[in-house]
Nanobody, 116 residues
Framework: QVQLVESGGGLVQAGGSLSLACVVS????????VGWYRQAPGKQRELVAGYGKSTSTYYADSVKGRFTISRDHAENTVYLRMSSLKPEDTAVYYC??????????WGQGTQVTVSS
């Protein structure tokens, strides 16, 4: 069974930075298509960042220029570096395949809270 374990969230002031990590294990699952989603209170889960063909990346318009996705195949880990954080970035962040989440079950996510 696949395990998705997200970490690195926390409380940060607006303008601050955080780095999230997602470790994918089990069933020889590759991280090649794994990206990041988030779900804010009362809202639907949304795609934040992911990888396209080859090493190209894509981002939600709301985070372009502020978030950077990266990965370490040796560690089967995907990262999300978030800078210039805004209160509207407050959400639980999850990893899964993008653009369609195919891995089950979802991980527990990691809470990011940005104070104004």
């Amino acid at each position: 069974q696949v395990q998705l374990v997200e970490s690195g969230g926390g409380l940060v002031q607006a303008g601050g930075s955080l780095s999230l990590a997602c470790v994918v294990s089990g069933s020889r699952t590759s991280i090649i298509a794994v990206g990041w989603y988030r779900q804010a209170p009362g809202k639907q889960r949304e795609l934040v960042a992911g990888y396209g063909k080859s090493t190209s990346t894509y981002y939600a318009d709301s985070v372009k220029g502020r978030f950077t996705i990266s990965r370490d195949h040796a560690e089967n880990t995907v990262y999300l570096r978030m800078s210039s954080l805004k209160p509207e970035d407050t959400a639980v962040y999850y990893c899964n395949t993008t653009p369609t989440p195919l891995l089950t079950p979802w991980g527990q996510g990691t809470q990011v809270t940005v104070s104004s």
